[in-house]
């Protein structure tokens, strides 16, 4: 069983930053890629950066691509997501998520584990 608890989310401005942190525990940790989604209301699941076990490479979607920076500490069972420069439209649930294989996939059903979600919200 893998749990997945991501914190570092809330209320920001316009032209401000987050980091949203995701702490996994309940397997190796660092033998897998781990990801970074949102959900918008009445909106797709969107994927935002993906990182592989040892960081060497990484996705980012045109959306955030610039703006947000995936990052991973093994030591700590945790991976990162910094956000600058949000936007009203990055007003979404946040989630982590934990692939099945060590490298970077953008394909859904490449991450059986979820977090809870946290919520993040750029007023305007």
């Known amino acids: 069983q893998v749990q997945l608890v991501e914190s570092g989310g809330g209320l920001v401005q316009t032209g401000g930053s987050l980091r949203l942190s995701c702490v996994a525990s309940?397997?190796?940790?660092?033998?897998?890629?781990m990801g970074w989604w949102r959900q918008a209301p009445g909106k797709e699941r969107e994927l935002l950066a993906t990182i592989s076990w040892r960081s060497s490479s990484t996705y980012y979607a045109d959306s955030v691509k610039g703006r947000f920076t995936i990052s991973r500490d093994n030591a700590q069972n945790t991976v990162y997501l910094q956000m600058n420069s949000l936007k009203p439209e990055d007003t979404a649930v946040y989630f982590c998520?934990?692939?099945?294989?060590?490298?970077?996939?953008?394909?859904?059903?490449?991450?059986?584990?979820w977090g809870q979600g946290t919520q993040v919200t750029v007023s305007s």
């Open positions: 309940g397997r190796t940790f660092s033998a897998y890629a």
């Open positions: 998520a934990a692939s099945r294989t060590s490298g970077v996939s953008t394909a859904p059903d490449m991450y059986p584990y």
